[in-house]
T-cell receptor, first 118, second 115 residues
Framework: GAVVSQHPSWVICKSGTSVKIECRSL??????MFWYRQFPKQSLMLMAT?????????EQGVEKDKFLINHASLTLSTLTVTSAHPEDSSFYIC??????????????FGPGTRLTVL | AQKITQTQPGMFVQEKEAVTLDCTYD???????LFWYKQPSSGEMIFLIY??????QNATEGRYSLNFQKARKSANLVISASQLGDSAMYFC????????????FGPGTRLSVLP
């Protein structure tokens, strides 16, 4: 089955520092990767959509200069939270859409990264 | 306007009984897909079942079935013979094929299975 990994699975950082989260599709090529944020007891909110080799498309209200997304290859996308603050503490989940999408055009989700900013 | 509505923030079910989790959606796109995901406390999103807007039959996957009522725009998840391991958050999601193709998630329902 299609596997998506995220690294790190959890990270604690000081306020003002930057944190990079990696999302990798392990056994398939992903033309599109999605980044979501989930606050406690809430649903997933799409932050941005990234296509390999092009600029990410950010959802309304998401600061592109704060959440830098790079999709440099068909198997790797990174999300960098720049100058993180406590309000950025959240669960960040990526998903990847295969190059050869199946019947239901399914996305495959990574296990998530829990970010805590002190 | 909210595109996916899950009216049950929390549900309880006795082990081995069936439970229905509600989901209603709103779209003007004739081509769309409906998904259900399970999110246990560990956080990973586990795909359960899919229903396409043009599918004639209700989708089934093992103990999961989707009660798709297109005219009412509802896509309820039915879990038969509940197990303790079914305790988790359940999210209904929709993708509109012609309108951006992004996933939109509902607010979720927390299911607790009682022994």
């Amino acid at each position: 089955g299609a596997v998506v990994s995220q690294h790190p699975s959890w990270v604690i950082c000081k306020s003002g520092t930057s944190v990079k989260i990696e999302c990798r599709s392990l056994d398939f090529q992903a033309t599109t990767m999605f980044w979501y944020r989930q606050f406690p007891k809430q649903s997933l909110m799409l932050m941005a959509t990234s296509n390999e080799g092009s600029k990410a498309t950010y959802e309304q209200g998401v600061e592109k200069d704060k959440f830098l997304i790079n999709h440099a290859s068909l198997t790797l996308s990174t999300l960098t939270v720049t100058s993180a603050h406590p309000e950025d503490s959240s669960f960040y989940i990526c998903s990847a859409k295969p190059w050869t999408a199946g019947y239901n055009n399914e996305q495959f989700f990574g296990p998530g990264t829990r970010l805590t900013v002190l | 306007a909210q595109k996916i509505t899950q009216t049950q923030p929390g549900m309880f079910v006795q082990e081995k009984e069936a439970v229905t989790l509600d989901c209603t959606y709103d779209t003007s796109d004739p081509s769309y897909g409906l998904f259900w995901y399970k999110q246990p406390s560990s956080g990973e999103m586990i795909f359960l079942i899919y229903q396409g807007s043009y599918d004639q039959q209700n989708a089934t996957e093992g103990r999961y079935s989707l009660n798709f009522q297109k005219a009412r725009k509802s896509a309820n998840l039915v879990i038969s013979a509940s197990q303790l391991g079914d305790s988790a958050m359940y999210f209904c999601a929709m993708r509109e094929w012609n309108y951006g193709q992004n996933f939109v998630f509902g607010p979720g329902t927390r299911l607790s299975v009682l022994p």
